[in-house]
């Protein structure tokens, strides 16, 4: 999706508000958002796990 690639680009940002305004987009968009996400896991930024866990409802 158009929308979603540069959102989990966002999630590496340096700063936070960006990665906030990117996990809340996210979880707006929902269950299209989550496959990406998914595979963006393998990345070791917390704000990527944050979103992920934020569209499962965890």
Do not use: C, F, H, Y
């Amino acid at each position: 999706m158009d929308k979603i690639d540069p959102l989990i680009r966002d999630l590496k940002d340096e700063a936070w508000g960006v990665r906030e305004k990117a996990i809340e987009a996210l979880a707006r968009i929902g269950k299209p958002a989550v496959e990406p996400l998914i595979a963006a896991l393998n990345d070791d930024v917390p704000a990527i796990r944050t979103g992920q866990q934020r569209l499962s409802g965890r």
